[in-house]
């Protein structure tokens, strides 16, 4: 019968601990818990892009790697991988150093895309004064080898 009495109370004590754990988690969590919608923040476009653009970038340098990697593709083929690879990095680190200038000149966000016709610049900002559009016309144009009619800006608030 001891034993039994020992049994009981180890079992009680064991919910008595568990109660007591659920309400504290209960208490701590309903401290960390969001107070309004304001306080979820939601992917934004900018940084939904980047994230769409590096996996479409991973998905084109694995494709170009099997091609030079593949036993049954010729040396012209495998060349052309090779430097669509190269062309494709160059214009990743540039589109990066854009991006980087651009944000540098003051303006929260901004996603530089480079295409073989045209650089499109999003940038965060309801509307851009002719000074600022200036600001990052002179960046693309130092910085690359585009002429300003092959710049297009685009504010995105």
Do not use: W
């Not at 001891?2 to 309903?30: C, D, M, Q, R």
């Not at 690879?85 to 929260?108: P, S, V």
């Not at 999003?122 to 092959?150: G, R, W, Y």
């Amino acid at each position: 019968m001891k034993t039994n009495k020992k049994k009981i109370i180890v079992l009680i004590s064991l919910v008595v601990l568990l109660v007591a754990t659920g309400v504290l988690n209960y208490f701590l969590n309903l401290n960390n818990a969001p107070k309004d919608d304001d306080d979820i923040v939601a992917p934004t476009f900018f940084a939904s892009y980047r994230e769409d653009r590096e996996t479409t970038r991973a998905e084109e340098i694995l494709y170009l790697d099997s091609i030079i990697t593949s036993a049954e593709a010729d040396e012209e083929t495998i060349a052309q991988a090779q430097q669509k690879k190269l062309a494709l990095c160059d214009i990743m680190e540039t589109e990066l150093i854009l991006e980087g200038l651009i944000k540098a000149k003051g303006f929260e966000d901004c996603v530089v895309t480079i295409s073989t016709e045209n650089v499109n610049v999003v940038v965060k900002k309801e509307e851009l004064t002719q000074e600022q559009a200036a600001q990052i016309l002179h960046i693309i144009v130092s910085e690359t080898d585009f002429e300003s009619p092959n710049v297009i800006l685009i504010p995105y608030a």
